[in-house]
């Protein structure tokens, strides 16, 4: 469409033949700082930056005058050109290479020479992008902004309804433009639940057995060394802590689903015994001994071996009056038990300790891995 003055009727009238596009055309008298590229930046923000051509036939890259000072060729398409000859000029939107373009005819048929024009370029078009994420569950959505090296980014605020804001800022807006694409981006959590199956876990629990017995030692009450949860059986999960250990140890692993047995396995853990009311079953891996549980105590340990001392008997004059002397007083020693006319002393190895086989005279083997000292 074109907007002309009453003087530059004609002159658009004859242009319109041969040379010009549509334009638009004003007068002197309706627009004020019209000879500044500024006030046509101000007038089309959409445009890029305008450069002025004064005197009109400066040597440029955007066009040229015509042979007869009379219109302005350009090279290549462009946003915005402003053609001023008299007293008048024209605007022409859009404009293409290689098409002739005037000022308005001046004071009736003459079109005057061109006395300056302003060319205006394209903006380059940036368009935002955002990363959003949603997870199923409340509340865990995300929102940001693609990194642009032209683009700033707000920081991602909430609405009121728990929706997410973010806005995109050019960084230098007299070159780039976002057209009509969007700059302020919005996201909201779909509420969507997880639906999460049963998962089946391992619980890996290892116990201090107390001490050296092959099968376990249950009395003391075994206690609980360190636990770990897997995702498949691992009676191995803590062979690297056993090494060089020579106290026994068991390891155990227990099945049991997020959905019904976590409660169980933590009572277990809290509680610390190995056998006992809320616990979970033991036996839940297939194959039986060697699979569920096993019994650890390193062979490799050199175990203390002692053996009791050589006692005396007192054996005096008289009847029933022999005495067992020589024992020591520590707690591997029993006090000498008399039972009719035979007197006994009890020898039993501390914690860690092995009866050796080369025990003094008078001395037996118990079947309690210890020794009896024995006389009638």
């Not at 020479?113 to 199923?136: N, Q, R």
């Not at 030692?217 to 060089?244: E, K, M, W």
């Not at 009890?346 to 914690?351: A, L, M, Q, S």
Request: with cysteine; aromatic share 8%; proline share 6%.
């Amino acid at each position: 469409m074109i907007r002309l003055s009453a003087r530059s009727v004609k002159a658009v009238a004859v242009l319109a033949i041969g040379f010009l596009i549509a334009g638009v055309s004003f007068t002197a008298a309706s627009a004020t700082d019209t000879n500044q590229t500024a006030y046509w930046n101000a007038t089309y923000p959409n445009v890029g930056e305008c450069v002025k051509y004064d005197p009109p036939g400066t040597a440029n890259s955007y066009g040229y005058l015509s042979a007869d000072n009379k219109s302005v060729i350009l090279n290549a398409n462009q946003a915005l050109l402003v053609v001023k000859g008299g007293d008048g000029y024209n605007v022409f939107e859009n404009p293409v290479a290689g098409m002739s373009y005037q000022s308005p005819l001046n004071g009736g048929d003459t079109v005057p020479d061109v006395s300056h024009w302003i060319v205006c370029g394209y903006k380059t078009l940036v368009t935002p992008a955002v990363l959003t994420t949603d997870d199923c569950g409340l509340d865990n959505a995300t929102l940001a902004g693609v990194a642009n090296d032209k683009i700033t980014w707000s920081a991602v605020t909430t609405d009121p309804d728990g929706t997410l804001r973010i806005t995109a800022t050019l960084k230098d807006a007299s070159t780039y433009t976002f057209g009509q694409n969007q700059s302020v981006f919005t996201y909201k959590d779909n509420g969507v639940l997880c639906d999460v199956p049963p998962t089946t876990h391992f619980m890996t629990i290892i116990w201090n057995m107390n001490p050296n017995g092959t099968p376990p030692v249950f009395d003391p009450a075994q206690t609980i060394v360190d636990s770990t949860q897997t995702d498949a059986p691992d009676l191995g999960a803590f062979d690297d802590l056993l090494v060089g250990k020579c106290v026994g140890f068991q390891v155990d692993v227990y099945k049991y689903t997020l959905a019904d047995d976590i409660a169980a396995v933590d009572h277990l853990i809290d509680v610390g015994v190995l056998t006992g009311p809320g616990n979970p079953p033991e036996p839940l891996i297939a194959g039986g001994l060697g699979t569920a549980w096993k019994f650890y105590q390193n062979s490799d340990c050199a175990q203390p071996v002692v053996v009791p001392v050589a006692l005396n008997v007192d054996d005096q004059c008289g009847v029933d009056n022999d005495a067992i002397t020589g024992v020591p007083d520590n707690s591997r020693y029993s006090d000498v038990m008399v039972n009719g006319n035979v007197q006994t002393v009890t020898f039993t190895p501390g914690e860690g300790e092995t009866l050796g086989e080369d025990l003094p005279a008078g001395w037996t083997a118990n079947d309690e891995g210890g020794a009896v000292f024995s006389h009638t």
